[in-house]
């Protein structure tokens, strides 16, 4: 295998471990503690790209899947995945994915990382709130309330560190792979 | 150290001792009989659980340690249905805001949910991680164009990963205490100070890692070790598929 190519296999699974263990790092920031689970899931289709950023995200739910405690609240298992919350977990594939296509169509820039932050948040929302209501059956506006308005000012934040980290940690990914030492 | 708390419970008990791959197969026939609406089945897979938990040798306490959470979810979730869904009230208790439908629909829906909770979680608490990995590998497998090596791979340095970050967390959380950081109150500061020191050490471990494994030679054409599924571990599946196909057949 190509060492570029080993290398995009162990970044994928580090930012999977990433957004493991950004459900254990709490930023008490009012009400709702904020996790950085979304933080790392924008980050990685930022990072990695579509393919490898959705990658990332489907190999956390892998991890969850087996049973390690790596969703919100030391969570874990099928239960969870397969639970009321199931919609966002399985948002993050699409919204790893949606974030890396658009930050490449728009070659990496600024803007584009900022359009794609915004449109791979709400996909998530996308998708976990309808999954919420059809598991709950809850009416449309009762899951909106609980399931999207009290995190959208962590999400919006969450969306500007993500911006921040990416502009600090691309230059040492842009940078080729050192050659194996002879 | 990592504080990976593996919610797989060790023992010797039939349902340790059953290949994983025939009982996640198992899992997956009893969940398609919880999809329909049927108290038939509700009551079926509620005897079967009870069965399969007693067999599992499982201490209750464990298992009522994980439900417990469920069980408040499942309860909330229970009285939004009979408060909030519109019908006639009981004729017992006319006086109660309750109406028969809701307690019906509420009733069955917290059932279901309660028994697919159930039942995924005797399998991770009677499943090593390794097992499921395993499952993965091999259900995978037969499907065109998914590397189920790289994925066993990409499972295994995730788990590795996981537990040298959260111990960087630590480490990088005391830094910046006694650098007296934690007394910032800007959150996106904050954020920034815990996640772009751990971020950037991983990122630069990812480079020796990848090095480490084009030293020993990684590659995904080598054939996968999966032992055989022995005979008698089918038994149960066979019975179970017979019975479900049994009650499509009668309905």
């Known amino acids: 295998m190509p060492i570029e190519k080993l290398r995009s296999v162990v970044l994928c699974s580090l930012m999977a471990s990433l957004m493991a263990a950004g459900a254990f790092i709490h930023v008490p920031i009012g009400p709702v503690p904020v996790v950085l689970t979304n933080l790392f899931v924008l980050l990685s289709g930022l990072l990695l790209g579509a ?13 969850g899947a ?9 969570r874990g298992g099928l239960a969870h995945l397969f639970g009321p919350t199931g919609g966002y977990l399985f948002g993050f594939i699409l919204s790893a994915w949606t974030t890396g296509f658009i930050s490449e169509r728009f ?6 990382s900022v359009i794609a932050v915004i449109f791979g948040s709400l996909i998530i929302y996308g998708l976990g709130v309808p999954w919420l209501k059809a598991i709950t059956k809850m009416t449309w506006n009762k899951a909106w ?11 919006a934040l969450k ?24 | 150290m ?27 026939l009893i969940t398609a009989t919880l999809i329909q609406t049927s108290i038939f089945w509700f009551f079926l897979d509620s005897i079967f659980l009870f069965f399969l938990f007693f067999l599992s040798r499982l201490p209750f306490r464990l298992f009522f340690k994980d439900f417990k959470f469920w069980a ?15 019908g006639g009230r009981l004729p017992l208790f006319p006086w109660l805001p309750v109406s028969q439908e809701g307690l019906l629909q509420g009733g069955l829906t917290s059932w279901r949910l309660g028994l697919m909770i159930g039942y995924a979680l005797l399998f991770t608490a009677t499943t090593r991680p390794r097992d499921v990995c395993e499952v993965l590998v091999w259900m995978l497998k037969p499907i065109p164009f998914l590397p189920e090596r790289r994925i066993g791979l990409m499972v295994s340095l995730a788990l590795r990963f996981f537990s040298r970050i959260l111990d960087q967390v ?3 959380r005391a830094a910046h205490q006694a650098r007296l950081g934690d007394r910032n109150f800007n959150p996106v500061r904050k954020a920034k100070f815990i996640a772009l020191p751990v971020l950037r050490r991983s990122i630069l471990e990812v480079e020796e890692v990848t090095f480490a494994l084009a030293a020993r030679g990684y590659q995904e054409n080598l054939p996968s070790r999966l032992s055989k599924i022995p005979l008698l571990h089918w038994i149960p599946i066979i019975l179970m598929a017979g019975v479900l196909l049994l009650s499509l057949w009668i309905k």
Not at chain 1, 147 to 154: L, S, Y
Not at chain 2, 11 to 18: I, K, P, V
Not at chain 2, 72 to 86: H, Y
């Open chain 1, 51 to 63: 393919r490898w950023g959705a990658a990332s995200a489907a190999l956390y739910l892998l991890v």
């Open chain 1, 66 to 74: 087996i049973g390690l405690p790596v969703f919100s609240g030391g």
């Open chain 1, 107 to 112: 070659r990496r820039s600024m803007t584009g």
């Open chain 1, 145 to 155: 309330m609980v399931g999207m308005v009290p995190f959208i000012p962590g999400d």
């Open chain 1, 159 to 182: 969306a500007v560190v993500a911006v921040i980290l990416l502009r600090s940690v691309k230059p040492i990914l842009d940078r080729p792979i050192r050659s194996v030492p002879e």
């Open chain 2, 2 to 28: 990592a504080r990976i708390v593996f919610h797989y419970f060790p023992g010797d008990s039939f349902l340790h001792r059953w290949d994983a791959r025939c009982r996640f197969l198992g899992l997956l």
């Open chain 2, 72 to 86: 408040i979810f499942l309860f909330v979730l229970f009285l939004f249905q009979i408060f909030l869904t519109p």
């Open chain 2, 170 to 172: 630590e480490e990088v």
